[in-house]
């Protein structure tokens, strides 16, 4: 069986239709965007930049090649998302080797749906008595976010719809698709 079919336009991804949603040139203007941002505003910070996988792996790429100042780069791993809704539980954080301590750490994610997994990455990186801790992410669905604490850096704000590509996948595919695709209703 083929995973993925096209009709003019849209997208099959196993049981369910995408259609066309955010191109290749308007996320490459927000990427480019986010990082001349993070190049000013961090520049004596000597950030730690945490990527988490695996729905931020092509925004890290994008964005971390267009970091200009000096930085070091780690990946982690902390899924909580089944299906087209999130669960609301979220697991370990596993990956981190380095030491955070009194560093300034920027976490990456793909999208910020309800904040979940965001606010758990960053209460562990408090217990690990981390400097400061900044939030990236491409997209932000500012409807259903349910935390207090700021998004630093948010690429493109997105109403309360499912999305696939440019890593973000439904159930382990779309994330080779090179822009973004959002659910079709009909
Ligand atoms: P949160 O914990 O509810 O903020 O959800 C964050 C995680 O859920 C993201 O890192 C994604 O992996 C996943 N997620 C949230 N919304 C979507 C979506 O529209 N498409 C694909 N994955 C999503
Ligand atoms: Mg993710």
Do not use: W
Not at 72 to 100: C, D, H, M, P, R
Not at 108 to 131: A, C, M
Request: proline residues 4%; aromatic residues 10%.
């Amino acid at each position: 069986m083929q995973p993925m079919t096209t009709t003019i336009g849209k997208i099959q991804l196993k049981d369910k239709v995408f259609r066309p949603y955010l191109s290749e040139e308007i996320i490459f203007s927000a990427v480019a965007e986010m990082a001349e941002k993070m190049n000013h505003e961090l520049r004596d910070k000597n950030p730690l930049f945490i990527v988490v996988l695996n729905g931020s792996f092509m925004f890290a790429s994008d964005l971390l090649r267009r970091i200009s100042i000096p930085c070091a780069i780690s990946f982690i791993k902390l899924s909580s998302y089944e299906g087209t809704s999130s669960s609301g539980s979220v697991n370990q954080l596993i990956g981190l080797n380095e030491n955070v301590k009194n560093r300034t750490v920027v976490i990456i994610e793909d999208i910020v749906d309800s904040g979940n997994t965001i606010e758990r990455i960053y209460q562990i990186l408090h217990e690990l008595e981390v400097g400061e801790v900044k939030t990236a992410t491409l997209l932000f669905k500012p409807d259903a976010y349910k935390k207090q604490f700021a998004i630093d850096y948010s690429g493109l704000k997105i109403p309360n719809d499912f999305v696939v590509g440019y890593g973000l996948d439904y159930d382990g595919f779309g994330r080779n698709l090179p822009s973004i695709y959002v659910l079709d209703s009909e």
